[in-house]
């Protein structure tokens, strides 16, 4: 029978430090875990655990069974636990059910479980040799920068763990120190970090701007709801103009007032790999909308833009509809609960209208009341744009007249077209897709269905069968319909 060779693991030391060489634990004295210890004394202890698995695994040796394999990756999953509840013995917690559950899955959820900073380096250790979590929630945890230190020790040996979360631990400055002399030297396989909630401010902006201008391995980042007000929105433009790796930007919930948005959108004028940013919550006006209506002219890189609850009036949005006469990338603006009226929700479709190169296929401006007039001039830009969508609050005076949402459900005229020709539903929706696929963009999805002749089916009728098919993902899928006909 093939017995595994005794593992080896880059050893986990408990005064914060994870060095590579023979698998071992150490407790120092700051860690009053176990009262047999003198307080002049340092514990070590053997901890073997499962060697990290290489990106190329060797062939197969002919003798070598299924059997003998499924052994093996239960040696490594059973090795891996005894460590983790180890570690837990050593530093003094209890060891969570949770992980030890789901330590060999890809998506870990540790959210709200109370870890401290101690509980943190407890799975940072287990972590270390582990290749199969790629996804590791860690958001209201209290971890403090010891939990971070043990964390980026971690990093540093785990070429596996994708995505990271660990917002709300309020970190402040000094967390932000240590996080930031990572990314300045990350050689790990992390893209997405959220760091939303920390107490972050102008201090750690700048650490984490003068990191992020030379790391293009993160593409997506979380800063929401931290307090960067204007010196940061200069940093953070700073880096936008340097870095070309990062695609998703959170700064929702800040106080990037006026200055910090044009300082900002300095940055995003060069910028040429970000997609998606978030700036609602942040009360910069009609001047920080002039600003973004300059980078929506220059800029086609950024496909959606949440500028939600900024102050801005129609000034503003005749500003953000010069640009994007001009914008040949943007897919989807929302703009919900800001101070506009019917005359620029009609500036901005008309916009829209006049160039025939744009991609939009999302407006959210739910919050505003419009006309018929409205609608008739919206049916004209959909004509142009099929692919577009407005989500507006409704039709003044719609009451007194035909109400626009009481057509037969898209599903039921859907059902009978296939009846009618013997087809399934499931047949229709891949008709509508030139690689016969069962998923598609929504934007794809909506155009396609406007100009097919089978149906007779408006633009809300489409958008409520956008929501049965789901739009959670930018995609539809019509895969859980039924293939046989009806």
């Not at 040949?328 to 008309?350: C, F, H, Q, R, T």
């Not at 739009?471 to 009806?486: I, W």
Request: proline share 3%; net charge negative; with cysteine.
């Amino acid at each position: 029978r093939h017995v595994p060779p005794k593992p080896t693991l880059p050893s986990a030391c408990w005064d914060g430090r994870i060095t590579t060489g023979p698998p071992r634990i150490c407790l120092d004295e700051s860690d009053t875990v176990s009262a047999r210890q003198s307080s002049d004394e340092t514990l070590y202890c053997e901890a073997e655990a499962p060697m990290a698995v290489e990106k190329e695994k060797p062939a197969r040796e002919s003798s070598e069974t299924d059997l003998e394999i499924e052994d093996t990756e239960k040696f490594f999953t059973t090795r891996q636990r005894e460590l983790y509840l180890e570690a837990c013995r050593l530093v003094g917690v209890v060891p969570v059910s949770y992980f030890i559950r789901n330590m060999e899955e890809s998506y870990v959820n540790l959210n709200h479980h109370g870890l401290g900073p101690r509980g943190t380096k407890a799975i940072a250790i287990a972590l270390v040799s582990n290749t199969t979590v790629l996804t590791l929630e860690l958001a209201d945890n209290c971890i403090t920068e010891e939990g971070i230190l043990s964390l980026v020790e971690m990093l540093q040996e785990n070429y596996y763990l994708q995505e990271m979360n660990i917002s709300d631990n309020d970190l402040g400055l000094e967390g932000a120190r240590i996080l930031s002399e990572f990314l300045q030297n990350n050689t790990s396989s992390l893209f997405t970090l959220q760091l939303s909630g920390n107490n972050f401010k102008e201090e750690a902006a700048e650490l984490f701007c003068q990191a992020l201008s030379t790391n293009y391995r993160i593409k997506s980042l979380d800063l929401s709801h931290n307090q960067f007000s204007d010196k940061a929105g200069e940093y953070l433009g700073q880096m936008l103009a340097l870095n070309v790796g990062l695609q998703s930007l959170d700064l929702s919930w800040n106080h990037l007032y006026i200055q910090g948005v044009v300082a900002l959108c300095s940055g995003l004028r060069a910028n040429v790999s970000l997609k998606k940013l978030d700036l609602s919550m942040n009360s910069f006006g009609n001047e920080g909308a002039a600003a973004l209506g300059e980078v929506l002219r220059l800029n086609n890189s950024l496909a959606y833009l949440d500028l939600s609850s900024n102050n801005i009036n129609n000034e503003g949005l005749s500003k953000i509809s010069k640009g994007l006469e001009l914008n040949e990338s943007l897919k989807v603006l929302k703009l919900y609960l800001n101070p506009l009226s019917m005359d620029g929700a009609v500036l901005l479709i008309l916009s829209i209208k006049r160039n025939p190169k744009s991609k939009m296929e999302d407006i959210d401006i739910s919050n505003v009341l419009v006309s018929e007039q409205f609608v008739k001039i919206l049916d004209g830009v959909c004509a142009v744009h099929p692919q577009l969508d407005v989500m507006y609050k409704a039709v003044q005076g719609l009451s007194n007249k035909k109400n626009l949402f009481t057509w037969t459900s898209p599903v039921k005229l859907i059902q009978s077209y296939a009846d009618q020709h013997k087809i399934s539903v499931l047949d229709f929706f891949r008709s509508l897709n030139p690689s016969g696929e069962t998923t598609m963009p929504v934007g794809e999805f909506r155009k396609a269905m406007i100009q097919q002749n089978k149906v007779p089916i408006n633009r809300y009728q489409v958008r409520e069968l956008i929501k049965k098919l789901g739009e959670k993902t930018d995609m539809v899928d019509f895969s859980f319909l039924k293939m046989t006909k009806a």
